[in-house]
């Protein structure tokens, strides 16, 4: 079975508003889920995850 480790936390993207978040490393990638725990996208680095967001909120 992959790995999953998990942190939740506010983004710390230049650009991305204060939101709750949770960030789980899974199989060498990182999905993304909102503060309700709804998946929202996966990106290949915890960077891209974050660049990611700033996109989404903008």
Request: charged share 35%; hydrophobic share 40%.
């Amino acid at each position: 079975m992959g790995q999953c480790a998990c942190y939740t936390g506010d983004s710390k993207a230049k650009g991305v508003p204060d939101m709750r978040y949770e960030m789980r490393f899974v199989r060498g990638h990182v999905e993304v889920y909102d503060k309700d725990g709804w998946f929202v996208f996966s990106a290949d680095n915890e960077r891209e995850a974050e660049e990611d967001l700033a996109l989404l909120i903008a």
